[in-house]
């Protein structure tokens, strides 16, 4: 692409880029010791922008469970789906079996034998 450019109307342009050629085939070589100095000088300056550390803080039992049920979304999920399982346990529906009869206890509405609040209240209206 440089070669489409070149005219022959000033000759020293052609020394000039076998002049840049040779220096491109021969980088600058670095000594050690600069290299060192350079790297100690960096170290340095690069030490001034570092953060303070900070001291590590021990997290509270109830936020590190917090954060182990998945935040705030979680709890409430989980909060969520214990209180319709205590809803279904206490409510089934009839499509569920009750616990209760699961246990085989049985319960009658009647606290005393031989005793009816019917037979009560209808002798108090008369």
Not at 8 to 16: A, F, G, H, I, Q
Not at 27 to 44: G, K, T, W
Not at 81 to 96: K, N, R, S, T
């Amino acid at each position: 692409m440089a070669d489409e450019h070149k005219t022959d109307l000033n000759p020293s342009l052609t020394e000039v880029d076998a002049l840049l050629h040779t220096a491109r085939a021969a980088p600058p070589v670095v000594s050690d010791d600069l290299m060192a100095a350079i790297l100690a000088d960096a170290s340095q300056v690069q030490a001034g922008f570092l953060p303070p550390e900070m001291p590590v803080r021990r997290q509270n039992f109830f936020a590190a469970l917090l954060s182990v049920l998945g935040g705030g979304v979680g709890v409430g999920g989980l909060v969520t789906a214990g209180l319709a399982g205590v809803w279904i346990g206490v409510a089934p529906p009839a499509f569920l079996p009750d616990p209760m009869e699961l246990t085989g206890i049985t319960t009658t509405s009647e606290l005393f034998d031989g005793f009816d609040m019917s037979e009560l209240i209808s002798e108090d209206l008369q």
